[in-house]
């Protein structure tokens, strides 16, 4: 029960270095302040690469240095126990979202602390698990799409990585705004990012990219190895260019072509947008592995490898 001078279990870094330096701990339950009014019970999060990075010493906001020991986790889904504010959303509510990204992570853990704007009533019908599988990826992704890549109906997007949490967002939201949409997956997952709306899967593992002989009107880049993009017949002056990774420093070409990366923010609209979508069976977030806090590892080192072919869930409250 949360209140004053009661204890949770977090997973904690003390300090950079991995993923595997995580360590469940008992902690003081947060206190909702002015800024961050809203205490939510984590049911369910979600495990980022962004989470990875931040264990490795690559957060997304350089501040958090200055902030360990600290709990990773910015996905989450539960439900509010306490609202210190002015929030619209009354204690009992399920809600879900990406809280206090970059600068204030702490989801992986039993309670987690939010702004009253970042998190969003869970429509009936829609899962803790496909909740909190949703926020970062989907936000990123239409973002991603429409407001940094300008996407219309009938325009074609190439999605690399499309097998990843992003990109199943980005294929199923660019599909469904009416684009073609060709993506790049390993050949195990082109049957699955074909079910999710993809007109053209290209295997990245044994064809290139130059192969592809039609006019991409935008890129939407969510891997590091995408040399080939730059030698695709149908890539051009026309050709508008997301990329959501850093670039390696000695791909110059590849660099000037993508300039600079956008970071996901988090937006209330959007993300109720995105779980109607899921309430109405129109947007999928498809969950692989749900561990609880003290199994972390399981799903954490799914993450690390890379492919994991969707999202892998702590579950903190099992
Ligand atoms: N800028 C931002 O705000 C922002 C927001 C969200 C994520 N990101 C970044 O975007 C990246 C992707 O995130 P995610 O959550 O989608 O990761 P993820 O779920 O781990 O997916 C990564 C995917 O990359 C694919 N892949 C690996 N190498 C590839 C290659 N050479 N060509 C094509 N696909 C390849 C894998 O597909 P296969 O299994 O088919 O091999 C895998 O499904 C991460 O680096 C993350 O940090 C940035």
Redesign the pocket.
Known sequence: MAGQGATMRALRLAAFGSWRDLRLVSVPIPEPDAERGVLVRVQAAAV???DL?TCAGRP?DPGLADRLPLTPGYDVAGEIVRDAGEGDLAVGTRVCGMVGFPSAPGGFAEYVLARPDEVVAIPAGVGDAEAAALP??GL?AW?ALFEHGGLSASETVLV?????????QLIQLAHAAGARVVA???A??AGLCAALGADRVVD??SESLTAVDERIDLVVN?????DDVLAMPGVGDHTRRVT??SLPGDADALRDFFGS????HPDATVLAHLLDRVARGALRSRVVVEAPLGQAERALAL?DA??????ALLRPAD
């Not at 690399?160 to 199943?168: F, M, N, R």
């Not at 969510?222 to 995408?226: D, G």
């Not at 990366?261 to 996901?264: A, E, F, S, T, W």
């Open positions: 980022n690469p962004v990075k997304a970062l990826v990123t973002q690399t990585g499309g097998a990843g949490g992003v990109g199943q790049t997956a390993s195990r997952n990245y593992t969510t891997v590091t190895a995408v959501l990774v990366r956008p970071l996901v993450v890379g492919h994991a072919g969707g999202k």
